[in-house]
Protein backbone atom coordinates (compact mmCIF):
# COMPACT_ATOMS: atom_id res chain seq x y z
CA UNK A 1 0.00 0.00 0.00
CA UNK A 2 1.25 3.40 -0.74
CA UNK A 3 2.18 5.58 2.50
CA UNK A 4 0.28 8.71 3.49
CA UNK A 5 2.82 9.94 5.42
CA UNK A 6 6.69 10.23 4.89
CA UNK A 7 9.13 11.10 6.98
CA UNK A 8 12.72 11.96 5.42
CA UNK A 9 16.00 12.47 6.81
CA UNK A 10 14.40 14.10 9.86
CA UNK A 11 17.52 16.30 11.72
CA UNK A 12 16.87 18.62 14.67
CA UNK A 13 19.97 19.23 16.73
CA UNK A 14 19.36 21.09 19.92
CA UNK A 15 22.49 23.07 21.52
CA UNK A 16 24.18 20.64 23.93
CA UNK A 17 24.08 16.93 21.80
CA UNK A 18 20.09 16.61 22.14
CA UNK A 19 18.28 16.20 19.03
CA UNK A 20 17.26 13.47 16.18
CA UNK A 21 19.43 12.68 13.50
CA UNK A 22 18.54 11.57 9.75
CA UNK A 23 15.21 10.20 10.79
CA UNK A 24 13.11 8.35 7.78
CA UNK A 25 10.17 6.20 8.10
CA UNK A 26 7.21 5.86 6.20
CA UNK A 27 3.36 5.26 7.02
CA UNK A 28 0.67 3.34 5.52
CA UNK A 29 -3.00 4.10 6.24
CA UNK A 30 -4.52 1.51 8.94
CA UNK A 31 -0.73 0.86 10.46
CA UNK A 32 -0.59 1.37 14.79
CA UNK A 33 3.07 2.32 15.09
CA UNK A 34 4.47 2.36 18.83
CA UNK A 35 7.32 4.51 19.38
CA UNK A 36 9.58 3.25 21.48
CA UNK A 37 12.80 3.85 23.69
CA UNK A 38 14.68 5.34 26.65
CA UNK A 39 13.83 8.75 28.15
CA UNK A 40 16.00 11.38 26.12
CA UNK A 41 15.59 8.74 22.87
CA UNK A 42 14.51 11.91 20.69
CA UNK A 43 10.70 10.05 20.87
CA UNK A 44 8.58 13.75 22.03
CA UNK A 45 11.18 15.68 19.66
CA UNK A 46 10.55 13.21 16.79
CA UNK A 47 6.73 13.74 17.12
CA UNK A 48 6.56 17.53 17.61
CA UNK A 49 7.80 17.59 14.13
CA UNK A 50 5.00 15.34 12.66
CA UNK A 51 2.89 18.05 12.77
CA UNK A 52 5.12 20.71 12.03
CA UNK A 53 5.19 22.15 15.79
CA UNK A 54 8.80 21.78 15.12
CA UNK A 55 10.66 22.57 11.74
CA UNK A 56 13.81 20.29 10.87
CA UNK A 57 17.10 21.55 10.31
CA UNK A 58 17.25 19.76 7.39
CA UNK A 59 14.38 16.85 5.84
CA UNK A 60 10.99 16.99 4.91
CA UNK A 61 7.67 15.54 6.15
CA UNK A 62 5.29 14.90 3.55
CA UNK A 63 1.69 13.87 4.00
CA UNK A 64 -0.16 12.91 1.10
CA UNK A 65 3.09 13.84 -0.83
CA UNK A 66 3.29 17.52 0.11
CA UNK A 67 5.19 19.11 2.17
CA UNK A 68 3.27 19.66 5.95
CA UNK A 69 4.99 22.83 5.94
CA UNK A 70 2.60 24.37 3.37
CA UNK A 71 0.33 24.53 4.92
CA UNK A 72 -0.01 24.25 8.79
CA UNK A 73 -3.40 24.80 9.02
CA UNK A 74 -4.45 22.06 7.27
CA UNK A 75 -1.81 19.99 8.82
CA UNK A 76 -2.67 20.43 12.34
CA UNK A 77 -6.27 19.32 11.29
CA UNK A 78 -4.83 15.83 9.50
CA UNK A 79 -2.52 15.31 12.04
CA UNK A 80 -3.85 15.07 15.38
CA UNK A 81 -1.50 15.05 18.27
CA UNK A 82 -2.80 14.23 21.86
CA UNK A 83 0.22 15.30 24.73
CA UNK A 84 0.24 13.96 28.15
CA UNK A 85 -0.50 16.89 29.85
CA UNK A 86 -4.18 16.99 27.83
CA UNK A 87 -5.33 20.07 30.75
CA UNK A 88 -3.18 22.16 28.95
CA UNK A 89 -5.44 21.47 25.83
CA UNK A 90 -8.65 21.83 27.08
CA UNK A 91 -10.53 25.05 26.44
CA UNK A 92 -14.37 24.73 26.47
CA UNK A 93 -16.82 25.87 29.25
CA UNK A 94 -18.29 22.19 28.58
CA UNK A 95 -17.21 18.24 27.51
CA UNK A 96 -19.42 19.76 24.33
CA UNK A 97 -18.22 23.30 23.77
CA UNK A 98 -14.63 21.82 24.06
CA UNK A 99 -15.43 18.90 21.00
CA UNK A 100 -17.12 21.72 19.58
CA UNK A 101 -14.56 24.18 19.29
CA UNK A 102 -12.17 23.14 16.46
CA UNK A 103 -15.18 22.41 14.01
CA UNK A 104 -16.26 25.97 14.76
CA UNK A 105 -13.19 27.47 13.99
CA UNK A 106 -13.72 25.83 10.60
CA UNK A 107 -16.92 28.10 10.25
CA UNK A 108 -19.12 24.55 9.55
CA UNK A 109 -23.44 24.60 10.00
CA UNK A 110 -24.24 24.36 13.26
CA UNK A 111 -26.59 21.33 12.56
CA UNK A 112 -23.77 19.77 11.56
CA UNK A 113 -21.79 20.42 14.30
CA UNK A 114 -23.76 19.46 17.08
CA UNK A 115 -24.98 16.23 14.96
CA UNK A 116 -20.80 15.22 14.64
CA UNK A 117 -19.85 16.69 17.94
CA UNK A 118 -22.27 13.97 19.78
CA UNK A 119 -21.45 11.08 17.10
CA UNK A 120 -17.87 11.51 18.17
CA UNK A 121 -19.11 11.78 22.15
CA UNK A 122 -21.04 8.72 21.63
CA UNK A 123 -18.24 6.72 19.90
CA UNK A 124 -16.09 7.36 22.93
CA UNK A 125 -18.50 6.74 25.09
CA UNK A 126 -18.29 10.38 26.54
CA UNK A 127 -21.81 11.12 25.64
CA UNK A 128 -23.26 11.16 29.61
CA UNK A 129 -20.57 13.89 30.14
CA UNK A 130 -21.68 16.49 27.81
CA UNK A 131 -22.70 19.03 30.00
CA UNK A 132 -19.97 18.59 32.74
CA UNK A 133 -16.77 21.38 32.94
CA UNK A 134 -14.11 19.73 31.66
CA UNK A 135 -11.95 20.77 34.53
CA UNK A 136 -13.98 17.91 36.71
CA UNK A 137 -12.98 15.08 34.58
CA UNK A 138 -10.63 12.54 35.47
CA UNK A 139 -7.44 12.23 33.90
CA UNK A 140 -8.29 8.84 32.01
CA UNK A 141 -11.57 11.02 30.95
CA UNK A 142 -10.48 14.47 30.17
CA UNK A 143 -7.35 12.30 27.76
CA UNK A 144 -10.45 10.65 25.84
CA UNK A 145 -11.80 14.03 25.65
CA UNK A 146 -8.85 15.34 23.80
CA UNK A 147 -9.06 12.92 22.00
CA UNK A 148 -12.63 13.51 21.10
CA UNK A 149 -11.82 16.81 19.86
CA UNK A 150 -9.04 15.37 17.50
CA UNK A 151 -11.43 13.04 16.17
CA UNK A 152 -14.42 15.73 15.49
CA UNK A 153 -11.88 16.85 12.55
CA UNK A 154 -11.58 13.84 10.74
CA UNK A 155 -8.07 13.57 10.84
CA UNK A 156 -5.30 11.21 8.64
CA UNK A 157 -3.40 10.32 11.52
CA UNK A 158 -3.81 10.77 15.58
CA UNK A 159 -0.20 10.73 17.92
CA UNK A 160 -0.04 10.02 21.01
CA UNK A 161 2.89 11.38 23.32
CA UNK A 162 2.76 9.23 26.75
CA UNK A 163 -1.35 8.74 26.85
CA UNK A 164 -1.12 6.31 29.82
CA UNK A 165 1.00 8.60 31.82
CA UNK A 166 -0.45 9.16 35.50
CA UNK A 167 -3.51 7.06 34.77
CA UNK A 168 -4.26 3.78 36.57
CA UNK A 169 -4.39 0.33 35.54
CA UNK A 170 -8.64 0.58 34.69
CA UNK A 171 -7.90 3.76 33.02
CA UNK A 172 -5.19 2.07 30.66
CA UNK A 173 -7.03 -0.39 30.08
CA UNK A 174 -10.42 1.65 29.47
CA UNK A 175 -7.54 4.15 27.18
CA UNK A 176 -6.40 1.42 25.18
CA UNK A 177 -9.68 -0.44 24.06
CA UNK A 178 -10.95 3.20 22.88
CA UNK A 179 -7.31 3.97 20.96
CA UNK A 180 -7.39 0.05 19.69
CA UNK A 181 -10.90 0.29 18.72
CA UNK A 182 -10.25 3.30 16.55
CA UNK A 183 -7.55 1.10 14.94
CA UNK A 184 -9.70 -1.38 14.05
CA UNK A 185 -12.08 0.68 12.32
CA UNK A 186 -8.87 2.26 10.23
CA UNK A 187 -7.56 5.18 12.19
CA UNK A 188 -4.07 5.29 11.69
CA UNK A 189 -2.01 5.68 15.01
CA UNK A 190 1.39 6.74 16.14
CA UNK A 191 2.27 6.34 20.19
CA UNK A 192 4.93 7.17 21.85
CA UNK A 193 4.87 5.37 24.64
CA UNK A 194 7.58 3.12 27.27
CA UNK A 195 3.88 0.79 28.32
CA UNK A 196 4.95 -1.38 25.33
CA UNK A 197 3.75 -5.11 26.59
CA UNK A 198 0.07 -3.30 27.25
CA UNK A 199 0.36 -2.73 23.37
CA UNK A 200 1.82 -5.93 22.10
CA UNK A 201 -1.92 -6.99 21.21
CA UNK A 202 -3.08 -3.81 19.97
CA UNK A 203 -0.18 -2.42 17.99
CA UNK A 204 1.50 -3.96 14.78
CA UNK A 205 4.95 -2.14 14.32
CA UNK A 206 7.65 -1.21 16.46
CA UNK A 207 9.87 1.73 16.04
CA UNK A 208 12.76 2.36 18.64
CA UNK A 209 14.96 5.10 19.33
CA UNK A 210 18.26 5.28 20.65
CA UNK A 211 20.30 8.30 21.33
CA UNK A 212 18.43 10.29 18.69
CA UNK A 213 18.10 7.78 16.12
CA UNK A 214 16.01 5.35 14.63
CA UNK A 215 17.61 1.93 15.84
CA UNK A 216 15.39 -0.59 14.52
CA UNK A 217 11.90 -0.64 12.32
CA UNK A 218 9.71 -3.43 12.08
CA UNK A 219 6.48 -5.55 13.41
CA UNK A 220 6.42 -6.14 16.71
CA UNK A 221 6.79 -10.11 17.36
CA UNK A 222 10.67 -9.87 15.39
CA UNK A 223 11.69 -6.89 17.53
CA UNK A 224 9.98 -6.90 20.94
CA UNK A 225 12.73 -9.49 22.22
CA UNK A 226 15.50 -6.65 21.59
CA UNK A 227 13.21 -4.22 23.71
CA UNK A 228 15.87 -4.99 26.67
CA UNK A 229 18.98 -4.08 24.85
CA UNK A 230 17.63 -0.57 24.31
CA UNK A 231 16.99 -0.01 27.80
CA UNK A 232 13.18 -0.14 26.68
CA UNK A 233 12.14 -2.85 29.11
CA UNK A 234 13.41 -4.37 32.31
CA UNK A 235 15.29 -7.18 32.36
CA UNK A 236 13.83 -10.13 33.43
CA UNK A 237 15.11 -11.00 36.91
CA UNK A 238 14.18 -6.88 38.08
CA UNK A 239 10.70 -7.71 36.64
CA UNK A 240 10.12 -10.34 38.87
CA UNK A 241 11.18 -8.46 41.91
CA UNK A 242 9.07 -5.04 41.28
CA UNK A 243 6.15 -7.49 41.39
CA UNK A 244 6.80 -9.53 44.21
CA UNK A 245 4.17 -8.53 46.77
CA UNK A 246 5.30 -6.18 49.92
CA UNK A 247 6.28 -8.21 52.88
CA UNK A 248 6.99 -7.07 56.35
N1 LIG B 1 14.40 22.48 24.13
C1 LIG B 1 15.48 21.67 24.27
N2 LIG B 1 16.72 22.20 24.34
C2 LIG B 1 17.81 21.41 24.47
N3 LIG B 1 17.76 20.06 24.52
C3 LIG B 1 16.55 19.48 24.46
C4 LIG B 1 15.34 20.25 24.33
N4 LIG B 1 14.28 19.41 24.29
C5 LIG B 1 14.81 18.17 24.39
N5 LIG B 1 16.15 18.21 24.48
C6 LIG B 1 17.06 17.05 24.59
O1 LIG B 1 16.89 16.23 23.44
C7 LIG B 1 16.92 14.84 23.80
C8 LIG B 1 15.65 14.17 23.36
O2 LIG B 1 14.57 14.62 24.17
P1 LIG B 1 13.07 14.11 23.99
O3 LIG B 1 12.22 14.88 24.92
O4 LIG B 1 12.73 14.14 22.55
O5 LIG B 1 13.20 12.58 24.47
P2 LIG B 1 12.07 11.50 24.77
O6 LIG B 1 12.47 10.25 24.06
O7 LIG B 1 10.73 12.06 24.47
O8 LIG B 1 12.26 11.25 26.33
P3 LIG B 1 11.15 10.82 27.47
O9 LIG B 1 10.99 9.32 27.35
O10 LIG B 1 11.82 11.20 28.73
O11 LIG B 1 9.88 11.58 27.20
C9 LIG B 1 17.17 14.82 25.29
O12 LIG B 1 18.55 14.65 25.49
C10 LIG B 1 16.71 16.18 25.78
O13 LIG B 1 17.44 16.60 26.92
MG1 LIG C 1 9.00 12.37 25.65
Known sequence: MAPIFEIKHLTHRYPGKGGIFDISFSVSRGEFII????????????????????????????????????????TRKKVGMV???????????????????????????????????TQVLEQLD??????????????????????????????????????????????????????????????????ATHDVETLLESASRLLIMAEGKLAQDGSITDLVKKLEFYGVKKPCACRMESQRPWQP
Not at 86 to 108: H, K, Y
Open 126 to 191: LIGLKDRNPATLSGGEKRKLTIAGILVMDPEIIIFDEPFANLDHPGTQSLLATISDLNKKGQTIIM
Open 35 to 74: LAGQNGSGKTTLIRHLNGLLQPETGEIHLHGKNILKDLIQ
Open 83 to 117: FQDADTQIVGDTVFDEVAFGPENLNLQRDHINTKV
